[in-house]
């Protein structure tokens, strides 16, 4: 590993703003959002990188969820991601312009980039980080993520080499609410990539069959644990997602299981939810589960046990059989209407 000379000389948080196939992706405007809050704690400025092939107008909506500055890197070597290619023109990117942060999504595309950009670097990486901070005295970025399977949350920090890089979970951090207008400054990038740099080419892209849920996206999640004995069990929470305008999710004890598939799993090896209002039913209550809900709005627990972990971070806790309360739940709310 090389030293990196002086820290000083390192400044701005970088976030790559990750698109597909011109569409700017969510985790972008999640990390631009947490980019500017973390940019702010230092005094200095928030800058999204776009990589591809005429993405420039991405740069609008970049602005307006908080970056102070885009770097555009267009190139026909670019047009379809890959490792290659986004390695050589970002590590010389920092070799030249010297970000003291750079955040990247957890995403397919973020897991593979990150560490090559890292070793290109000689840099270090927290991968899969679940919340970023500033150490005041000293301008570290305090990187935390779960460690030991999920039992505890582990603060990782690299005080030798810069950039600070870090990948995010998608889902975790939350985007400002965006400035209409708000504009920025637009730092075209030609890159210094020939066709002998980009040893993979993409000569067709074929999409997968989109199967599963996006619970994700849902303002309520009905979910369900080992306690559901079966897919049987998920018939009982249908009615009251479906009440609610909700989708079903689970634990990974039911996934396991075979009930379920598993694009419905909420945690940490599932997905990272934050609804609006979040029912666990027949639950727990896992750290690896609470991993994954424990920031939704309102939580709602259903369990037999009183005794449940659940009932600590629930809102509304019911103590009880889920088969007879979820019906009666959907038996008031149909009389309300
Ligand atoms: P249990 O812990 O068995 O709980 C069932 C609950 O149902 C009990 O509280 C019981 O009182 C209640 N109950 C029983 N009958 C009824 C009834 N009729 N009505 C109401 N309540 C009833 N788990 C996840 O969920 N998501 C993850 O992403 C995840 N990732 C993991 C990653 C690692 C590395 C590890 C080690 C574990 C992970 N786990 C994850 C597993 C996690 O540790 C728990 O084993 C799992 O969450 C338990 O699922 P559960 O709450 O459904 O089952």
């Known amino acids: ?102 955040l990247i999504g957890a995403t397919n595309i973020g897991r593979d980039l990150a560490p090559r950009i890292a070793s290109r670097v000689s840099t270090g990486l927290t991968a899969d980080c679940t919340q970023l901070d500033i150490e005041a005295e000293t301008r570290t970025l305090l990187q935390t993520r779960p460690a030991f399977g999920g039992n505890l949350m582990a603060t990782i920090i690299n005080t030798e080499f810069r ?74 929470l249908k009615p009251l997602a479906e009440r609610l305008g909700g989708e079903i999710g689970a634990s990974r004890a039911a996934v396991d299981s075979g009930w379920i598939e598993k694009s419905h799993q909420v945690g940490q090896t599932g997905k990272t939810v934050k609804p609006v209002i979040y029912i666990a039913c027949g639950i727990s209550g896992a750290i690896q589960h609470l991993a994954g809900m424990k920031d939704s709005d309102v939580i709602i627990a259903i369990n037999k046990d009183p005794e449940a972990p659940i009932f600590k971070i629930a809102n509304y806790s019911i103590v009880g059989d889920y088969k007879e309360i979820v019906p009666a739940l959907v038996e008031l709310l149909g009389e309300k209407n």
């Open 163 to 236: 950039p600070q890089m870090s990948t995010v979970r998608p889902g975790v951090m939350d985007p400002l609410d965006p400035v209409e207008g708000r504009t920025g400054e637009v730092i075209r990038i030609t890159p210094k990539i020939s066709a002998a740099d980009v040893r993979v080419k993409v000569r067709e892209i074929v999409k997968a069959k989109k199967k599963g849920v996006l619970i994700e996206e849902a303002h309520v999640i009905v979910s369900g644990g080992r306690a559901m004995g079966g897919p049987e069990g998920f018939e009982i």
């Open 1 to 102: 590993m090389k030293l990196i000379g002086n820290k000083d000389e390192f400044k701005n948080v970088w976030v790559y703003a990750e698109q597909r196939e011109g569409e700017l992706q969510k985790i972008a405007l999640e990390l631009v959002g947490e980019g500017k809050r973390l940019a702010e704690k230092l005094g200095v400025e928030v800058c999204a990188l776009l990589v591809g092939k005429n993405i420039a107008g991405l740069s609008s909506k970049l602005f307006e969820y908080g970056a102070d500055k885009v770097y555009v890197v267009e190139d026909d070597l670019l047009e379809h991601y890959t490792t290659d290619g986004n390695t050589k023109v970002i590590s010389e990117m920092i070799d030249e312009l010297k970000p003291e942060i750079l």
